[in-house]
């Protein structure tokens, strides 16, 4: 059974660095084809992908981020962390973490989601 | 960046009605596109993947299609557990773009 959990701070201040850490079971990103990503979802509104990490630790970024994304794995333990730097209230979102297939790309188990608000 | 125009943006339909939910893409993305359904509070959940495929534990009344870079989510007699958001996914180039969601309901 594949699991994936999300753990953030809850709440931080502009300008501060969000630390996001996917915790997972039931897969292994040392497994030829396996990736995780990240997308994030303001409140009442739509999907944004942000990063994903390949078994290879070949990672891709969402460019409209530019360049505050930074996205990595602890294979050892099956975690994979996101950071963004400098945040601000658009950053305020429930993000996911997905486990990602390499046919397709296809992200076919979710998290629950780690909502974070960021508020002065 | 590849542009997934989804619609309609919203949809009330019958119990067992035929539903269908399409999203256009900008340009050629192949089969690399998903569908995915989120309930009020939940994560998304896959549907379909490669256009047509259906994924696990998923009830053979969702079904996907391609024809040229439109594609199609098909729910061939909507139930009660079926409301909630639909949202198509572009997995052919970074970066990976989502659909707008169509918010389904039971009229």
């Known amino acids: 059974q594949v699991t994936l959990k999300e753990s953030g701070p809850g709440i931080l201040q502009p300008s501060q660095t969000l630390s996001l850490t996917c915790t997972f079971s039931g897969f292994s990103l040392s497994t030829y084809g396996m990736g995780v990503g990240w997308i994030r979802q303001p409140s009442g509104k739509g999907l944004e992908w942000l990063a994903n990490?390949?078994?290879?630790?070949?990672?891709y970024y969402n460019p409209s981020l530019k360049n505050r994304l930074t996205i990595s794995k602890d294979t050892s333990n099956n975690q994979a962390f996101l950071k963004i730097t400098n945040v601000d209230t658009a950053d305020t979102a429930t993000y996911y973490c997905?486990?990602?297939?390499?046919?397709?790309?296809?992200?076919?188990?979710w998290g629950q989601g780690a909502s974070v608000t960021v508020s002065s | 960046d590849i542009q997934m125009t989804q619609s309609p943006a919203s949809l009330s339909a019958s119990l067992e009605e035929i539903v269908t939910i399409t999203c256009q893409a900008s340009?050629?993305?192949?089969?690399?596109l998903a569908w995915y359904q989120q309930k009020p509070g939940k994560s998304p959940q896959l549907l379909i993947y490669g256009a047509t495929s259906l994924a696990d534990g998923v009830p053979s009344r969702f079904s996907g299609s391609r024809s040229g870079t439109q594609y199609s989510l098909k729910i061939s007699r909507l139930q009660v557990e079926d409301p909630g958001i639909y949202y198509c996914l572009q997995g052919y180039s970074a970066p990976l773009t989502f659909g707008s969601g169509t918010k389904l309901e039971i009229k």
């Open positions: 340009q050629d993305i192949g089969n690399w």
């Open positions: 990490i390949w078994w290879d630790d070949d990672k």
């Open positions: 997905a486990r990602m297939g390499a046919t397709y790309y296809v992200m076919d188990a």
